[in-house]
């Protein structure tokens, strides 16, 4: 169970009433049973039920049962499409561990806003669900062309586009570095952004294959060639 508050040894942490609904009305849990923890900053926490109502609740947090594991540190940028696709995403991003998950606007993106709780929530939500103790941190939407000019020094870019280079021959000379991944919209890059970017010493083109993908499924496609890559 995700908690926003601190954990440590014998620590009460009050319940929503969402979960104690859910995890007496749902899990049907009673007095002492035990839940397992987490806030994505202290590891993962045994505690067990001290109180019980159908609103309400609280746990005593016990022993901790694993320490803090922080993903590898890899940023996935897109471009939000479809409110339902764009959750694939963020759950998806979650469960192969990116640390962070940034909706970027691009020259063709239609989206104008994105609720970033919302996103936020489904983070959290994936990684309960995938056994994480770290939940990635959701961005605010940025423009993709302010992003560039403070670019980290540290950080490679992998844009994935039409381009002669496979992704894993590109990550693959790439040990130890730091990436992101960039993922267009339904209509691609424009050919404004595709000339920034290639000019960008930090920026190399990728491709996932010869078929057209659709974002979502190249946003899995690329995070699965890095984590074979490059992941642990
Ligand atoms: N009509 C668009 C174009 O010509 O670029 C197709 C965009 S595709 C639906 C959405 C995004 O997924 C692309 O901008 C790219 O980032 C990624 N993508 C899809 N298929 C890909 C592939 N085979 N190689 C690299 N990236 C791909």
Redesign the pocket.
């Known amino acids: 169970l995700y908690v926003e508050h601190p954990l440590g040894e014998g620590q009460t942490i009050p319940l929503t009433r969402e979960q104690a609904h859910y995890l007496f009305g749902v899990m049907r849990l009673n007095i002492s049973d035990a839940v397992s923890l987490f806030n994505g900053r202290d590891g993962e926490w045994r505690a067990e039920v001290a109180e019980a109502g159908k609103r309400n609740g609280s746990l005593r947090v016990d022993m901790r049962t694993r320490r803090l594991q922080m993903p590898p540190d890899l940023w996935l940028m897109f471009a939000p499409i479809k409110k339902a696709r764009t959750d694939f995403i963020v759950e998806k991003a979650t469960e192969m561990g990116a640390a962070r998950i940034c909706p970027v606007q691009t020259d063709f993106t239609n989206a104008e806003r994105i609720r970033q709780d919302r996103l936020q929530a489904h983070a959290i939500e994936a990684a309960e669900q995938c056994g994480g103790t770290y939940v990635p941190e959701v961005c605010e939407l940025q423009r993709l062309d302010r992003m560039l000019p403070g670019w980290p020094e540290d950080r490679q870019l992998m844009?994935?586009?039409?381009?002669l280079v496979g992704a894993a021959k590109t990550l693959g000379k790439a040990q130890g570095e730091k990436w992101a991944i960039?993922?267009?919209?339904?209509?691609?890059?424009s050919d404004a952004e595709r000339q920034r970017l290639h000019s960008l010493p930090f920026a190399h083109a990728?491709?996932?294959?010869?078929?057209?993908?659709?974002?979502d499924?190249?946003a899995v496609a690329a995070m699965t060639v890095w984590q074979q890559a490059l992941g642990d």
């Not at 960039?182 to 890059?189: Q, S, T």
């Open positions: 844009f994935c586009d039409e381009s960039l993922i267009g919209p339904e209509g691609g890059f990728v491709s996932l294959g010869p078929r057209i993908l659709r974002a499924t190249a």
